[in-house]
């Protein structure tokens, strides 16, 4: 028991770092203003320097999101069992549902002030806001109201369809997992979205937590076999992405 408490503490504790990294990668990410400036590949002089610095930590940094849902797929599912949904429902409903809700409320009131106040109206870089409740329910499912949330939205959903994801990736055989995180690649490579509810690299880490604990020791695969897997899903993810944050950039350039 005292081993069990060790370790859980040490993979906290290092998840809790990596979290930290990621969380800065972010903010930079939204922090970068190169094209406020006007810069790009044909600037000159230190105005290019600048250009070609934020492009490559955008890149390098876009890392973060894909890794964000690895880790919340994976510790989600290292401890689930199928009897233990409804615990899961609870503990989530309390974390996600509830500051998801609140905050959408805060900010479809604060968005509903200020794009029908007189004076600011015309200054907000958004349409009117109506007081209407379906339009606030349909700006909940799109996280409109509070747009950052999004990514909580889609943990919301997945939350959802856990006993569903659950048995399609918990398999003596390594390959259903396998069709379905490919087939959710290939879905992000036709569908380049960064805010899509289908996000691969969740699918991985769910993948990782649900079958690289112990209770995931009957698949029919040597480790090797199953490392080599996720770390190569683990580097598609991150292309995609990376790729995904350049063809952003290229059209802001032009």
């Given at each position: 028991?005292?081993?069990?408490?060790?370790?859980?503490?040490?993979?906290?504790?290092?998840?809790?770092?990596?979290?930290?990294?990621?969380?800065?990668?972010?903010?930079?990410?939204?922090?970068?203003?190169?094209?406020?400036?006007?810069?790009?590949?044909?600037s000159?002089?230190?105005?290019?320097v600048?250009?070609?610095?934020?492009?490559?930590?955008?890149?390098?940094?876009?890392?973060a999101?894909?890794f964000?849902?690895?880790i919340?797929?994976?510790?989600?599912?290292?401890?689930y069992?199928?009897?233990?949904?409804?615990?899961?429902?609870?503990?989530?409903?309390?974390?996600?549902?509830i500051?998801?809700?609140?905050?959408?409320v805060?900010?479809?009131?604060?968005?509903?002030?200020?794009?029908?106040?007189?004076g600011?109206?015309?200054?907000?870089?958004?349409g009117?806001?109506?007081l209407?409740?379906r339009?606030?329910?349909?700006?909940?499912?799109?996280?409109?109201?509070?747009?950052?949330?999004?990514?909580?939205?889609?943990?919301?959903?997945?939350?959802?369809?856990?006993?569903?994801?659950?048995?399609?990736?918990?398999?003596k055989?390594?390959?259903?997992?396998?069709?379905?995180?490919?087939?959710?690649?290939?879905?992000?490579?036709?569908?380049?979205?960064?805010?899509?509810?289908?996000?691969?690299?969740?699918?991985v880490?769910?993948?990782?937590?649900?079958?690289?604990?112990?209770?995931?020791?009957?698949?029919?695969?040597?480790?090797?076999?199953?490392?080599?897997?996720?770390?190569?899903?683990?580097?598609?993810?991150?292309?995609?992405?990376?790729?995904?944050?350049?063809?952003?950039?290229?059209?802001?350039?032009?």
């Amino acid at each position: 028991k005292n081993d069990y408490q060790n370790n859980e503490s040490f993979l906290r504790e290092k998840i809790t770092w990596i979290k930290a990294l990621l969380t800065i990668c972010i903010v930079y990410l939204h922090c970068s203003n190169y094209t406020v400036y006007n810069l790009s590949a044909a600037s000159t002089g230190f105005g290019r320097v600048v250009y070609e610095l934020e492009r490559f930590c955008v890149v390098a940094f876009s890392v973060a999101l894909p890794f964000f849902f690895v880790i919340s797929g994976f510790l989600f599912y290292r401890n689930y069992e199928l009897n233990k949904t409804a615990d899961k429902y609870k503990s989530r409903f309390r974390s996600l549902v509830i500051p998801y809700l609140a905050w959408n409320v805060l900010g479809y009131f604060f968005l509903l002030f200020i794009t029908n106040a007189p004076g600011l109206s015309n200054i907000v870089n958004m349409g009117r806001v109506s007081l209407s409740f379906r339009e606030w329910i349909i700006g909940l499912f799109y996280s409109q109201w509070d747009g950052v949330l999004w990514y909580v939205r889609n943990l919301i959903v997945y939350v959802l369809f856990s006993p569903v994801l659950y048995i399609l990736l918990k398999n003596k055989k390594v390959w259903n997992g396998i069709i379905i995180i490919v087939l959710s690649i290939i879905y992000r490579i036709l569908y380049q979205e960064l805010y899509s509810l289908i996000q691969p690299a969740y699918i991985v880490g769910a993948y990782i937590g649900i079958n690289y604990s112990n209770k995931g020791r009957d698949i029919k695969t040597s480790n090797k076999e199953r490392y080599l897997f996720v770390a190569i899903s683990i580097i598609i993810l991150l292309v995609l992405d990376i790729l995904n944050i350049e063809n952003r950039a290229l059209l802001d350039v032009a």
